[in-house]
C-alpha cells in the first residue's frame, strides 16, 4: 500500500538546474497536421482539391504537349467548327471536344494555354501583393508614426477606383503580361495592407503582446512572432478572395479591349475574340467563360476551405 511507503520512495530529488519540474505533460500538436486533418476531414474539400489538380495539369502540363499556334490550321476548311462539326471533320481527339475558332485552330489548346497565362497572373500578382500587404500592414498597425503617413497614402490611393487605375495604368505603360502584373501590384497591396493593420490594431495590445514588450522583445519579433502567425487564418481567406480576383480583372479588361496582346493568350482574350461572333459561333465564346468561371470558383472554394481549417479554433 501506498501509505506504508517512505519519503525516499514517495518523492525524488530534482536538480535546480534541471527542466523537469518546468515540463507540462500534453499530446504533441501540429498546427500545420491539424490544419490538413480538418481540411482532408470534409470530402467536399478533397473533391475541389481534386478538380484543382486537374485545372493545374491542364494550365501547366498539357500545353507543354501542344505547343500554341493561332494559325494552325487556317489552310484547312474548318473554321469555326462546332464541337461535333469538329469531330466529324478531323476524328475523335480531345483537342476538338470545344470545336475550332475562326482561323481552325483548337479551342480547347487555345482555352488551357489561356488559363496557364490568366492563373499565372493571378498567383504572382497574389504572391506580391500579400507578401508587401501583409508585411506594410503589420507595420503600419503596429507604429503609430507609420500609421500616421500610411493613412494619408491610403486615403490618396484609396479613393481612386482600382480598375480606373489598372486601366488607364495599361493604356499608358502598354498591354503584356508584365505590364498587368505591375498594373495590378503598383497599388494592389494598399487595401490588404489597410485592413491587416485593423486586424493587428484589435490584438497588438493585448496582455502576452505587452508583457513581451516590456521584457524587451524587438518590435519585429514581436510582430512576426506574436502577431502574424495569430492572423494565419484571416491572411489565407484574404488569399482566397485576391487570387481569383485577379482573373476575373483580366479577363474583364480583355473582354473591354485593353487585354493582352494578340502573341499572348489569354481567357479574357479568347472572350473579346469571341463576342463579335457570339451569336453565330456560341461554342467559341462560352468555352473560355466557363473554364474561366471553374478555376475561378475552384480557387476562391479551395482557399476558403484552408482559411476555416487554418483557424485554431476548429482543430479541438
Given amino acids: 500500500m501506498e501509505e506504508n ?3 525516499k520512495e514517495l518523492f525524488s530529488l530534482i536538480d535546480s538546474k534541471s527542466f523537469d519540474n518546468e515540463k507540462i505533460e500534453a499530446p504533441h500538436y501540429s498546427y500545420w497536421k491539424s490544419v490538413g486533418r480538418v481540411f482532408f ?3 467536399i474539400n478533397i473533391f475541389i482539391l481534386s478538380l484543382l489538380a486537374l485545372v493545374i495539369i491542364f494550365s501547366y502540363i498539357y500545353p507543354l504537349f501542344n505547343e500554341y ?10 473554321k469555326n467548327l462546332s464541337p461535333f462539326e469538329a469531330i466529324e ?8 471536344i470545344f470545336g475550332t475558332g475562326k482561323s481552325g485552330q483548337s479551342i480547347f489548346d487555345n482555352v488551357w494555354h489561356g488559363a496557364k497565362t490568366s492563373l499565372s497572373l493571378a498567383l504572382i500578382c497574389a504572391l506580391i501583393n500579400m507578401t508587401i500587404g501583409v508585411i506594410v500592414g503589420a507595420i503600419w498597425g503596429f507604429s503609430k508614426r507609420v500609421d500616421k503617413v500610411m493613412m494619408e497614402v491610403y ?13 488607364v495604368f ?3 505603360v502598354g498591354s503584356g503580361f508584365w505590364s498587368f502584373v505591375a498594373a495590378l501590384t503598383i497599388t494592389g497591396w494598399i487595401s490588404i495592407a489597410y485592413f ?6 484589435i490584438i497588438r495590445d493585448r496582455e502576452y503582446n505587452l508583457a513581451s514588450k516590456c521584457l524587451g522583445t524587438p518590435t519585429i519579433r514581436l510582430i512576426f512572432k506574436n502577431i502574424l502567425p495569430f492572423l494565419t487564418s484571416v491572411i489565407v481567406t484574404v488569399a482566397a478572395t485576391e487570387i481569383p480576383s485577379y482573373i476575373s480583372y483580366e479577363v474583364f479588361l480583355s473582354f473591354i479591349g485593353i487585354g493582352m496582346t494578340a502573341d499572348t493568350p489569354s481567357l479574357g482574350r479568347m472572350i473579346q475574340d469571341a463576342q463579335g461572333s457570339f451569336q453565330v459561333f456560341p461554342h467559341a465564346f462560352w468555352a473560355p467563360v466557363c473554364i474561366a468561371a471553374i478555376v475561378t470558383v475552384i480557387l476562391y472554394l479551395v482557399g476558403q476551405g484552408l482559411g476555416d481549417a487554418s483557424d485554431p479554433k476548429s482543430h479541438m
Fill in 41 to 43: 476531414k470534409r470530402k
Fill in 196 to 201: 491587416i493593420r485593423t486586424q493587428v490594431i
Fill in 5 to 7: 511507503l517512505n519519503d
Fill in 89 to 96: 471533320y478531323y476524328g475523335f481527339n480531345i483537342k476538338w
Fill in 69 to 78: 499556334d493561332a494559325y494552325e490550321n487556317i489552310l484547312d476548311n474548318a
Fill in 170 to 172: 495599361v493604356l499608358v
Fill in 155 to 167: 486615403n490618396i490611393i484609396g479613393n481612386v477606383p482600382y480598375i480606373l487605375f489598372v486601366s
